[in-house]
């Protein structure tokens, strides 16, 4: 290919933009749409795929819980300290279930307040549910942990006690020895301690937020580190944060059965992330073949505009031949131009691609992310305008030698 051919390209090309510069436009719009779209799912397609393991990063999720067995004679009160100092485990927060009960007109307790409709009161202890497994707020704020005052609840713990946000309820602290007695849970033995609380937030719990509907109950309010650190720190739950992630759990349950026989593995994370993304794969895949489809989309729509374009200049190619051009000079003649408009289209297409991206992931993790801040995968978008360049590229390409 020689200097010439490009030179009356270029030429031809600024002597006549202003006539195509519709077939052009025309282009330009159809591959940065369809195309952006095609990006834009399977862009979303990845981030809905990865959403349930990245909402679990933000919410500094346990690898495994653990809690006490139900059928241990008596409370440990080394139980923390134990699994706290196991080889494996870097991290250990607790909640504790202290003797609370909300309380109802006349200070009489609540039915749902000692867990007989799956409605169980919980404290923070040192930062579980604060700091690791973070709550997500689905309404309202929340909890301050300095304040004994606030609490929060999920929406099926606001349901089964009828509050809502802002409503003010009492709660009552009972003795350990109070929790013992045959009469515990109504009014004829009062509470050691009466608190007036406000519930300012309904939250999910991390492990909720994939869940069947038979998995719902039981469900909790959770009190402030400020009110239950003066409860008898007897643990509920453990969240354990293993030094190998999910590669360390089956030897540290195996650690645990050595060392703390009384405890039972209440949820291992990484068998729940499998099943949340076993769930999300239906949508991951039909946005992924969406993608795939609206790829192919803007290709066939491309290669339309382009062969129109081409055949319109039909009779200006035969001139350029009559006057002794070569077929290099009439195959260039449309492909600046259409070259041009392909690669700002595919430009526009990585732009729509990124504005749409607010719009996913889809699936459960969605209620619970409040970012919906844009993603750039560049994985997606560098390698999708590339094929979407080259694809449109190669069919200009041959359609204009084909016409030349």
Request: glycine fraction near 12%; aromatic fraction near 6%; include cysteine.
């Amino acid at each position: 290919m020689t200097a010439a051919p490009l030179r009356v390209g270029w030429y031809r090309f600024r002597v006549t933009f202003r006539r195509r510069r519709g077939a052009y436009l025309s282009l330009v719009i159809l591959v940065g749409l369809v195309g952006g779209l095609s990006m834009g799912s399977v862009a979303g397609a990845r981030r809905t795929q990865s959403s349930f393991p990245a909402f679990l990063a933000r919410t500094n999720a346990s690898d495994l819980i653990v809690s006490p067995r139900l059928d241990a004679p008596t409370p440990d009160p080394q139980f923390l300290s134990k699994i706290a100092h196991l080889p494996r485990v870097v991290a250990a927060r607790a909640s504790i279930n202290p003797s609370t009960l909300l309380l109802g007109p006349g200070g009489v307790p609540r039915a749902e307040a000692d867990g007989a409709t799956g409605l169980f009161v919980v404290g923070s202890y040192d930062g579980l549910y604060l700091t690791q497994d973070r709550l997500s707020v689905a309404q309202g704020r929340m909890l301050d942990p300095t304040r004994p005052d606030e609490f929060v609840t999920t929406s099926a713990g606001a349901r089964l006690s009828g509050l809502h946000l802002g409503d003010q309820v009492d709660l009552g602290l009972y003795t350990p020895a109070q929790s013992l007695l045959p009469d515990y849970g109504t009014a004829r033995v009062p509470p050691h301690r009466r608190v007036r609380m406000r519930l300012v937030g309904i939250v999910v719990f991390n492990s909720a937020v994939v869940q069947d509907d038979i998995d719902r109950l039981p469900t909790f309010v959770v009190l402030s580190p400020a009110l239950t650190r003066g409860s008898v720190p007897c643990c509920f739950m453990v969240g354990l944060q293993l030094r190998g992630g999910a590669r360390d759990v089956a030897a540290v349950e195996a650690d645990l059965a050595r060392a703390v026989p009384d405890a039972a593995i209440v949820q291992v994370t990484g068998i729940r992330t499998a099943s949340a993304e076993r769930g999300t794969a239906p949508l991951s895949i039909a946005l992924g073949v969406f993608g795939g489809i609206a790829g192919l989309a803007a290709v066939v729509i491309g290669a339309q505009v382009m062969g129109r374009q081409i055949r319109a200049d039909g009779e200006e190619r035969a001139t350029l031949r009559a006057l002794g051009a070569n077929r290099i000079t009439t195959w260039l003649d449309p492909l600046l131009g259409l070259g041009g408009a392909i690669v700002v289209g595919s430009g526009l297409a990585v732009v729509v691609a990124i504005a749409l991206s607010p719009l996913t992931p889809l699936g459960p993790v969605r209620r619970v992310d409040r970012s919906r801040t844009m993603a750039f995968d560049w994985t997606v978008l560098g390698w999708g305008s590339v094929a979407l360049v080259a694809s449109l590229a190669v069919t200009g390409a041959v359609m204009a030698w084909l016409g030349a």
